[in-house]
């Protein structure tokens, strides 16, 4: 197999996903739905053996230079520990291997690069089973989500980036002959630019996506020519590690230096990020994580003048003005609160509902109070429904998350819908609540405007609808926001929350009541992370994202 | 006059030049020529009475609110105070009123904000020739490099900013219909996306190059819908002034509020830069100018996670291994060396050559001596010139670069080519003096790794070729460069500095020997700044110099 085999067999997947990323419109590489049909009537069993297979061994599959310690820690939310083992390597080693690796990579043409990887996405792609179990059994996700977000959602974001890199690396002309008029002669130059990567790339992980938020920055890091290591949460390794293996078996299928792209996986007691994101040679970091890390992660990065992408955490707020139909809006809101039980960072936790209630089509007013019960109503049923209920809430990653709903009912506030635990059947010792809704007025900024991470959300009663908005964007500015939603009928309120919003430095949605949610972004087409307010300043893919990882350098002969 | 007229009007320039920026074939939206033939047969007459008129007098043309104090510091190189007063507002006044201008701006179409900058470079166009006589007598540059370097090349680079600014903000579409197929039936949502401008774009230029070095900073804020405060050196506000005049009566005309863009001029005593840069509202820091005041700049604004772009200062250095025509490169050395007397951040200082001498192309072997001896002619030929050489000299800005020489021969190391004054036609007091060529061997590090600023260059003898490559890519990787120039007929040995230059992180060009030369770099063709070593990470006009100063935010409502 040859780089140049490679760039044929990957045109047309590039070719379109750059077009997507042009016209936004919906484009999926690989298909969401884990289903034999698609993906071959025994990948699902074949991938949870290899699953089965994998647990209580040391991890199979890496290339990269043997270490002489391992480490291993993760526990399943569900009830298990994985015993999982992982080379742990030494910063200077991880360094000095990606530094010999990144010198025949960064000379590659980023075609080149970028065929390379869309072969290594195909070929994990394979393992996409495999690779929804080991997420639900680190992350605490249902199977189906896990599949979804660490398999296609997760690759078709990484093909995104590979795809904008490689557009803007191709957005000019690599040589050009350059002749200026000069009266009666001309004289000429022959000019060529060279992408310059920045240095190596370090990709800091989190427990939650530990693919999902990994690839994008992993995959614009690579093919812009840098060096890539990735330093996953030492509770989430597994997921990812497959992808690692399956591009350094690429790697070295094509004959590069498999450290173009290593696992560095640390454990709670003996943590890394910091050695590595010091690391001279480390130019750009990535960090998905909790904000006050996140905080530490940016400011060294800055002193030392280096790249950093974040995505750290904000607080996500609803505004509940009037629907068109209020069952629909709330099943809406229902499946948002309770999607992997509020463990995302796109997760709502504020809605606001104006005191004098909400309008429906029907020409009624709901109270504040009616809201509330709908809400609970909305949730209960979801909950309940044996079929849905448990998978939809998958588990709780972090014992503190479960922990913090314990602290939030002890806040006295009115409760909306109680927490209660979930049996998640065949596991009996999962770690799994509901949600539980809170409510407050808005004098409890001290309160609301917390991020409480996992299922908990608070209906904060307001004045009207202009202060609703206004704690909305003041709590954007202050505390930072990866999604904001807004329910109204009056096109006149849409477009005054949509300017407020947007100046504020969040993205907005409006009136979801089908079956896209205000938590979920779509590959090509939205940009997750706004980039702009305190949750962090990545954003998944825009063009800053993959140009700032690289220089060009012109070279000048005269001709 | 219509915002929708001034889009009609300029679509074809910004069309051409968005074609100029990806193929980087020559392209010159303004002629370089200082004619009548060009630019009107009266344009110089007329933009020399303009210059006088201004003299001594309250600056004209500016739109933006009165102020209550006054600043005016600039004093020719040529030997005469200019005697220009300008407003000086305090930095709240011009954040609050930058603030509120820049709602209605941002919420522009990017081709309509390309548009209107584009009318506005086009009106100050007419204006060259005043321009370059007011470049004349504050930098001090002979007067046709003035009105090339602050007129068309400047105002190239500047439409190169607004063509590239454009092109990211178009390079994916503004509204679509999302439609996810769902098996039996879709799930659509109505997605735009908006251009959110990180905040106020503060840019800080130098004294010797007011315009070429400030346009690309302002237009690339201006275009991605920041407002933009410019804070000239105090020595040179008037050049740059002529063009915020223009761009503020454009505003005025078609209906926005003029303090889009502001003069933010100071005095020595009582600088403002810090002010601005670490004001709240401020998010993105363009700055040309000193390394020691440039590092302050850098962490100011990496504290507080803004965006900055800086052009510093690096040591550019030069290699002679082998020439074609000693002659042609060495007038090509001289040259460069020779012009705006070394003040240019391109210009060369360490002119590196084996001890083994340099072969040409006729078969000889030029010695170390010999190829000072060459240069010092060439350099004489040209000082000579009474025709070429004073305009290429032209003026010293800053006493303390002439003091400099002093301290240059103070070194006591051999002198291969000894400075002296040079007489500028009309100006008894002008401050000008020819280049100093000190010869000296590569234990003198210390001495030739500092950026001696001015017509100040060193021979460095060197054990080999490999040991000149060796002291250029240490220099590159410890205190940076803008260019760097290497004259071999070998190509093994081109191959071999083109990837250890590149790798270090500098452009590099090969063997000019003709009417191009390495401190100069054409708009739409060469990226200026690499970006990538320590003389600063601006690159005009690359991605990220456009993409950096603004995010993408959705808006996605249920259809």
């Known amino acids: 197999m040859s780089i140049a085999e490679l760039v044929e067999r990957h045109h047309t997947t590039l070719e379109d996903a750059i077009a997507a ?75 000095n291997r990606a530094s010999a690796a990144q010198t025949a990579w960064r000379s590659l043409a980023p075609d080149e690069r970028a065929s390379i990887l869309t072969e290594a996405l195909e070929r994990a792609s394979k393992r996409f089973f495999e690779i929804g179990y080991a997420t639900q059994h680190t992350t605490g996700q249902g199977f189906v989500m ?32 350059w002749a200026k008029p000069m009266g009666k002669f001309e004289v000429s130059i022959e000019k060529s630019y060279r992408i310059a990567p920045k240095g190596i790339n370090v990709v800091i992980g989190c427990s939650t996506f530990p693919v ?57 007691a003996e943590p890394r990020a910091l050695d590595l994101i010091q690391h001279p040679a480390v130019r750009i970091v990535d960090y998905t994580g909790g904000p006050a890390f996140g905080a530490v992660v940016e400011q060294k990065a800055h002193e030392a003048g280096k790249t950093v992408f974040t995505e ?10 009037s629907v068109q139909d209020a069952t629909k809006a709330l099943d809406n809101v229902a499946f ?21 209630g909400v309008r429906t089509a029907d020409g009624r007013t709901l109270s504040v109070d009616e809201i509330a019960g709908l809400l609970r109503d909305r949730i209960d049923a979801l909950v309940g429904n044996e079929k849905a209920g448990p998978g939809t809430i998958g588990a709780i990653q972090n014992p503190a998350t479960a922990a913090r709903l314990d602290e939030a009912l002890a806040l006295g506030l ?20 509901s949600p539980l809704v809170l409510r407050t007025d808005a004098s409890r900024r001290d309160i609301f405007e917390r991020e409480w991470f996992g299922p908990i959300s608070f209906i904060v009663e307001t004045d009207s609808f202009d202060h ?51 938590n979920q972004s779509a590959a090509f087409s939205d940009f997750h992370g706004a980039g702009n307010n305190p949750a962090g300043n990545a954003s998944f893919a825009d063009l800053t994202f993959v140009t700032a990882r690289y220089n060009v350098l012109g070279v000048r002969k005269q001709a």
């Open 312 to 321: 750290k955490a904000g607080v996500n707020c609803i505004i509940i003005d």
């Open 146 to 177: 896990a599949f979804q977000a660490s398999g296609p959602h997760a690759f078709d974001r990484a093909l995104e980036a590979v795809a904008l890199g490689l557009d803007a690396q191709e957005s000019f002309t690599s040589n050009v002959l």
């Open 212 to 268: 999902w938020n990994t690839v994008p920055g992993m995959f614009a890091g690579l093919v812009t020519g840098n060096a890539v290591i990735v330093k996953p949460h030492p509770g989430s390794v597994y997921p990812i590690a497959i992808v690692i293996a399956e591009l350094q078996q690429t790697l070295s299928d094509v004959g590069l230096d498999v450290h173009v792209c290593q696992l560095a996986a640390d454990s709670v």
């Open 21 to 95: 990323n042009r016209t936004r419109t919906f484009h999926a590489h690989w298909p969401e739905a884990p289903s034999g049909k698609i993906y071959g009537e025994n990948a699902n069993a074949d991938g949870e053996a290899a699953f089965r297979g994998q647990l209580n061994n040391p991890f199979r599959g890496l290339l990269q230079g043997a270490s002489n310690a391992t480490v291993g820690e993760e526990a399943s939310p569900y009830g298990f520990a994985l015993g999982i083992t992982y080379p742990s390597d030494n910063v200077d080693m991880l360094v």
């Open 336 to 356: 948002a609160l309770s999607l992997y039980a509020g463990q995302m960072c796109t997760a709502p936790q504020n809605i606001f509902v104006p005191r004098s």
């Open 414 to 433: 009115d409760v909306a819908r109680a927490s209660a635990p979930i049996t998640q059947p065949g596991f009996d010792n999962a770690r799994s609540f």
């Open 468 to 518: 609703a908005l206004t704690l909305v964007t003041d709590s954007v500015r202050q505390h930072g926001a990866l999604t904001t939603l807004v329910y109204t009928t009056d096109p006149a309120k849409a477009d005054l929350a949509e300017d407020a919003i947007i100046t504020a430095g969040a993205p907005v949605a409006f009136n979801f009541d089908s079956f896209v949610w205000v």
